[in-house]
C-alpha cells in the first residue's frame, strides 16, 4: 500500500518572467551562466568553469540519447496543416529496429489540428519530380495519443525517410519555427542513441572543453540513456500532485555503468533531470527485479512502497551478479517513476541542470533533490537575469 504525501500543486509554483525565456541558445554553448548551490550558498559562474567545483574521482553520468526529427508537418489542399508527433514505437516496439524498418511501421503519436484530419488516410509527396509518398494510417485512438501507420514506396529506411520529412522538435515555450542551427544545437554533442522527442538540456552546456578538464582532474564520466518523451512538457494541471500520471519512458543501461556506479558511489553527480531520473528508476528496478525477474516497469509511486528498504550500492551489486550469472551485458525497462518532495534520492550527490517551468513534474524533481531551497534558488536566478528553460543557463546543485 502506498503512502504518497499530500502536495498541492501551488507548492511549485514562481513566477517567471517571460522575457528570461530563452529563445535560442548561449554562443558558445559552454558560456552560459552556472549557478552553483552547495551548502546552503549560491555562487554565480560561467559553465565552462564547471569542473571547479568538482571534486576529483566523482563519477558524472550524462544521458546519451538523440533527440530525432519528430515533428512532421502534412499539408492538406484546403491550406490546413496537419501535425503528426511522434511519440514511441508502436510497431516493431523498438527503437533500434523502428528505424531500420522499410515500407511500413507504427508510432504512438499526437494529432495537431486533428479535427481538420477528417479521413482515415494523408498523404505527403516527397518530391515533386517522383512518385515518392508517405502514407499515413489513423488507427485508433488511446486517451490523448492516435496509433498511427506510416507507409513509404521508397526504399529508405524509416530513418533515412524520417530526417526528410521530420523537423527537430523545439519546446512548445519557445514559440517559433526550427531553423537550421537547432538541428545542432539541441543536440548534446555526445547523443548516439535515437529516441527521445526531447533534449536532455542540461548537457547542452558540454563541450570537448569541459571533457578535457574532467580528464585533467581525474573527473569520471560515462553514459545511460533514456529516451525523453513529450510527457516531459506536462504541467501539473490537478490540485494534488499525487493526481498526476506520471509519463512513461525507456532506460538503457550497461554492466560497465553499473560496476562504475559502485566504485565512485556516492560520489555520483546527474547531467540532468533524466539521468537522476533514470539513475533512481535503475535502483527501483534492480530491488524489484531480484523477486521478480518478469519485472519491465518501474512504477510512479514505487518509492512510497514500504515494504522494502536496501541500500543503492548493494542493490546494483545484487544487480550485477544477477546479470553475470545470465551474460546479460545491457538491460532495458520503462519507467514512470514521478520523483516529488519527500522522495529521498538515493543516486546522486549532485545534480546538473536547467531552470525549470513552474508546477511541472521537473520542478517536483528539483524540490525533492535541494528540499524549499528550490525558491531561494530560483529567486536568485530570476534576480541575477537567468536565462530558463531549454536553452537557458545551468546550475549544479548539491543535496540538501
Known amino acids: 500500500m502506498y503512502s504518497i504525501p499530500k502536495i498541492r500543486k501551488e507548492e511549485l509554483y514562481y513566477d517567471l518572467p517571460d522575457n528570461l525565456i530563452a529563445k535560442f541558445p548561449m554562443n558558445p554553448r559552454n558560456h552560459s551562466k552556472l549557478l552553483i548551490y552547495q551548502n546552503n550558498k549560491i555562487i554565480d559562474d560561467i559553465f565552462k568553469n564547471i569542473h571547479n567545483y568538482i571534486k576529483p574521482q566523482t563519477l558524472i553520468v550524462f544521458n546519451d540519447t538523440k533527440v530525432i526529427p519528430a515533428r512532421i508537418k502534412i499539408p492538406k489542399e484546403t491550406g490546413a496543416i496537419i501535425e503528426i508527433f511522434l511519440l514511441e514505437p508502436c510497431n516493431p516496439p523498438s527503437y533500434e529496429k523502428i528505424f531500420n524498418s522499410k515500407k511500413c511501421c507504427e508510432w504512438y503519436c499526437f494529432i495537431g489540428n486533428a479535427k481538420k484530419w477528417k479521413t482515415s488516410i494523408l498523404k505527403l509527396k516527397l518530391n515533386n519530380n517522383t512518385n515518392e509518398e508517405v502514407t499515413f494510417l489513423k488507427k485508433q485512438k488511446i486517451n490523448d495519443t492516435f496509433q498511427i501507420e506510416i507507409s513509404w514506396n521508397s526504399d529508405s529506411s524509416f530513418e533515412n525517410l524520417l530526417s526528410q520529412i521530420g523537423e527537430i522538435p523545439l519546446p512548445p515555450y519557445i514559440k517559433r519555427d526550427p531553423e537550421p542551427s537547432d538541428n545542432y544545437d539541441y543536440q548534446t554533442i555526445f547523443s548516439r542513441n535515437k529516441g527521445s522527442v526531447a533534449s536532455p538540456t542540461a548537457s547542452l552546456h558540454f563541450t570537448d572543453e569541459e571533457f578535457s578538464k574532467f580528464n585533467e582532474k581525474n573527473i569520471h564520466y560515462d553514459f545511460i540513456t533514456l529516451h525523453i518523451t513529450a510527457g516531459t512538457f506536462k504541467p501539473i494541471e490537478s490540485e494534488f500532485i499525487e493526481q498526476h ?156
Not at 542493490?315 to 551485458?329: G, H, R, S, T
Open 245 to 400: 500520471t506520471m509519463h512513461k519512458e525507456t532506460v538503457i543501461i550497461s554492466s560497465e555503468l553499473i560496476k562504475k556506479l559502485i566504485l565512485f558511489y556516492p560520489n555520483i553527480i546527474s547531467s540532468g533531470t533524466t539521468t537522476l531520473r533514470a539513475l533512481e528508476s535503475l535502483y527501483h528496478f534492480a530491488n524489484k527485479k531480484l523477486y521478480n525477474e518478469k519485472l519491465c516497469l518501474v512504477e510512479q509511486w514505487i518509492e512510497f512502497d514500504n515494504s522494502y528498504k536496501n541500500d543503492f550500492k548493494q542493490v546494483l551489486y545484487d544487480l550485477l551478479n544477477f546479470m553475470e550469472k545470465k551474460n546479460i551485458k545491457t538491460i532495458s525497462f520503462s519507467t514512470q517513476l514521478m520523483i516529488i518532495p519527500s522522495y529521498k534520492i538515493k543516486s546522486s550527490i549532485g545534480l546538473i541542470t536547467n531552470f525549470h517551468q513552474p508546477c511541472s513534474s521537473l520542478l517536483a524533481l528539483i524540490a525533492a533533490f535541494v528540499g524549499n531551497e528550490w525558491k531561494k534558488i530560483y529567486q536568485h536566478a530570476i534576480n541575477n537575469n537567468y536565462r530558463f528553460l531549454s536553452y537557458g543557463d545551468g546550475s549544479l546543485l548539491f543535496n540538501h
